[in-house]
Structure formats: structure tokens, C-alpha cells
């Protein structure tokens, strides 16, 4: 009785920290393709977890619990929630909804229409913003976006872009396209600067279980001139990098850009943090910094959607 009452003793924390795993896949329950990256979570807990490049996933749970609940979340599509027995395997078929921003297994979708408020902290206070998705307009699967700022005197800020269809044709890297104008005027710093540029964004979801932020490459033309009359402008080709990622999970979710351009005698950096909230709805903050000009913009904007 003794040797069983220690044998009992010696394994409690075991038996007590005993796990098993509920795995599976999650699918577009329309294309039944994988679905990378969907937020599987023990409901009511923070134990959870993300798929992988094929959808697949293996979650750790108590081998003490008889039945488990589990929450899918994927942006873009239905959230799920489903109640499995501890142990099991299973197929998960997201429905894709049609009013998000992201559908159809994860390849973004653009809003038809979306018009917004900036304002600069510094140099050109009062602006607005316009996006044309090109899937309405002009049946194409393009976008148009344009921004413009002025202190309704000298100073103004203009840009415009392009983005292009998503080119997928290199494995699991996809490859997005994107071709930017921008001129900026300002009185205190005395310059005028314009710019043509195109970026190509490259994205491979994952390796392994950490997940990858977007790549940003390009190239272009810019033309410096200062204000001052006796000076002389300067003009040339350069180089972009940068970065894309989205942090925190949903509702809560941002997304950040941060990129660089080499000119021929200066540096061009460009960053911007943006939240979604209320569906619909985005605020931000964007920066611009080149040689004498820095300016810090605040942005919300109202998006419109069609069914996809």
C-alpha cells in the first residue's frame, strides 16, 4: 500500500501535465485551398496557435479534457467556432466574407471606393485622400489611390498610385506591384522635390512557424530643387528597400511600413502605421523625411465594399 501511495505521488505531475493535440487543416471552403496563417485558439484561453503554408495545424491541449472548443479566425473570412473531441483530427471550411478587405484564399481584394481626412503636423494641414478599385470601375484588378495636401499657400504635398495585379509565379512568393508619383513643396525648409517609382512587394507567408513580413524592392527618378534662386537642381536615379507587417491579432491588429530611397547625394525615408476598426474604418499616421523636409501626417479613411 505504501509503494502505491508513492508511486501515485511520483506520478501526479505527470498525469497532471499530461497533453494530447487536435490537428487539421483549414480550408477556403469555396476553392478548398489551405489557408495560411488562420488564428486557431482554445476558446476562452490564450492557448492557440496560426496554420501554416497549407492550412495544417496541431494545437496542444489538456489530455484531461474530454471535448475541446475551438475559435477560427482568418480576416477576411467567417469566424468559426466548433466544439471537437480532445485527440481528434478535422477539416475546417472558412466561408469567405464578402464585405472584408480579404477573400478567396488569401489573395487581397480592394475596396471599390474608399475617401478620407489628412493632415499635416507641420507644413500642409488640410488634405483628403481618394482610392478607385479598378475592379469596379474599370474592371480590372487594379487600384488607383491619390493624396493631396496644401496649407492653401505655397506649400502642397501630392501622391498618386498605382497598384497592379499580384503576380504569383514564383512558388509560395508572391509578388505585388506598385508605381508611386510624388511632389512636394515647402516655403521653410525651401525645396521642391518630385519623384516616379516602382516597387515590387515580395511575400513568403512563412518558414517554418514564424511569419514573414513583405519585402519591399524599387526603383526610380527624382528631381531636388531648392527654392532659393541662386541654386541649381539636382536629378538622378535611385534604389528603395523596405518593409511591410501587420502586428497584433484581430481587433487589434497594425500595420506598418517602413521603407528607404537612396537619391544620388541624400536619403528618402517614408514610414506609416495604420489600424482598421469599425469594419469600414482606418486611421494612421504617415511620415516623410528628406535633407531639410520632415513631415508627420494624420489620416482616416471610409472604405466601401461590393460582394466578390
Not at 3 to 18: E, K, R, V
Not at 241 to 257: E, M, V
Amino acid at each position: 500500500m505504501r509503494l502505491l501511495l508513492l508511486l501515485c505521488i511520483y506520478l501526479f505531475p505527470f498525469l497532471a501535465f499530461a497533453q494530447t493535440t487536435v490537428s487539421g487543416r483549414a480550408l477556403d471552403a469555396r476553392s478548398g485551398a489551405g489557408l495560411p496563417g488562420v488564428t486557431v485558439l482554445q476558446t476562452g484561453t490564450l492557448n492557440g496557435i496560426s496554420s501554416d503554408a497549407e492550412g495544417g495545424f496541431s494545437l496542444t491541449v489538456p489530455e484531461t479534457l474530454y471535448s475541446v472548443a475551438l475559435t477560427f479566425h482568418y480576416s477576411g473570412y467567417f469566424s468559426q467556432h466548433l466544439r471537437v473531441a480532445a485527440g481528434s483530427s478535422l477539416l475546417v471550411r472558412l466561408m469567405p466574407d464578402k464585405n472584408s478587405l480579404v477573400a478567396d484564399a488569401g489573395v487581397m481584394h480592394y475596396p471599390y471606393l474608399g475617401v478620407g481626412l489628412s493632415s499635416g503636423t507641420r507644413y500642409a494641414p488640410f488634405g483628403a485622400t481618394l482610392l478607385l478599385g479598378g475592379r469596379h470601375f474599370l474592371h480590372l484588378p487594379i487600384s488607383a489611390t491619390g493624396s493631396y495636401q496644401t496649407n492653401f499657400s505655397r506649400n502642397h504635398s501630392l501622391l498618386l498610385g498605382l497598384v497592379l495585379p499580384p503576380i504569383k509565379q514564383y512558388g509560395r512568393i508572391t509578388v505585388n506591384e506598385e508605381i508611386n508619383y510624388q511632389h512636394l513643396k515647402a516655403v521653410a525648409p525651401s525645396l521642391r522635390f518630385s519623384s516616379y517609382t516602382a516597387t515590387a512587394k515580395l511575400q513568403k507567408y512563412r518558414i517554418g512557424n514564424l511569419r514573414m513580413p513583405i519585402l519591399l524592392l524599387g526603383a526610380g527618378y527624382g528631381r531636388y530643387q531648392s527654392l532659393q534662386s541662386d541654386a541649381t537642381s539636382e536629378h538622378g536615379y535611385g534604389y528603395r528597400f523596405g518593409l511591410q507587417h501587420d502586428f497584433l491579432p484581430y481587433p487589434f491588429r497594425l500595420f506598418a511600413t517602413a521603407q528607404a530611397t537612396r537619391w544620388p547625394t541624400f536619403w528618402q525615408w517614408q514610414g506609416q502605421l495604420t489600424h482598421p476598426f469599425a469594419r469600414h474604418f482606418q486611421v494612421g499616421i504617415e511620415g516623410n523625411y528628406l535633407r531639410q523636409y520632415a513631415e508627420v501626417s494624420l489620416t482616416v479613411s471610409r472604405y466601401f465594399y461590393k460582394g466578390i
